[in-house]
């Protein structure tokens, strides 16, 4: 009998040892884990930046912009991973694949702001909060440029501030994030 009670007390500490190291566990990932991470995604013709109508876009390159953001994200102690595509199918395979992957998307659309529906329900799709940024202003230019199917979906846009609309991107997210 005091033998079947030793088991047992044995045991009940055991499990207890467990609970109390999975938990510990538990928070030790939760740490290394807890840096929010946020794709910055831009568009068609992005990619020239740099030689591409400088007096509109500036001499800043992608590659600037990339290392501008991962800089940025660190001091935001933001996760931040970059993607570039001229293709609005591919836009929409990593706005889908965001989800479960990145907490928040900065997204300069190009020319697909202005055209694409698609992008703009793929966004609606995903639930993420998304930072329209643009590097001219973009309601000063023509006036097909005015009109933007990503703004009713972000929740908010940034544009006429050049490549450092994108640090400013990153961090309204990180104000969002820090509001959760
Ligand atoms: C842009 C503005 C768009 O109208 C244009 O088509 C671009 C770049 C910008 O960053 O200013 O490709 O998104």
Not at 52 to 78: F, H, M, S, W
Not at 125 to 134: D, K, M, R
């Amino acid at each position: 009998m005091h033998h079947f009670f030793h088991k047992l007390r044995v045991h009940a500490a055991l499990l207890l040892d467990s609970a109390v190291y999975g938990s510990l566990t538990d928070c030790i990932e939760y740490e290394s884990s807890a840096m929010p991470s946020v794709l910055i995604l831009n568009g068609p013709n992005l990619n020239l930046l740099g030689t591409r109508q400088p007096e509109v876009y500036g001499a800043t390159t992608l590659a600037d912009i990339e290392k501008l953001c991962v800089d940025a994200g660190a001091a935001l102690g933001l996760d931040v991973a970059c993607f570039q595509s001229n293709h609005e199918g591919a836009m929409i395979d990593q706005i889908h694949a965001a989800k479960g992957t990145h907490d928040g998307i900065v997204l300069n659309a190009g020319a697909y702001t202005h055209t694409s529906i698609a992008l703009m329900d793929a966004i609606a799709s995903v639930e993420l909060p998304v930072v329209e940024v643009h590097l001219s202003n973009i309601h000063a230019r023509e006036s097909f440029r005015h009109r933007s199917y990503i703004a009713p979906v972000a929740i908010g846009q940034i544009c006429g501030f050049g490549a450092k609309g994108y640090a400013l991107a990153l961090d309204a997210l990180a104000d969002v994030f820090a509001r959760k």
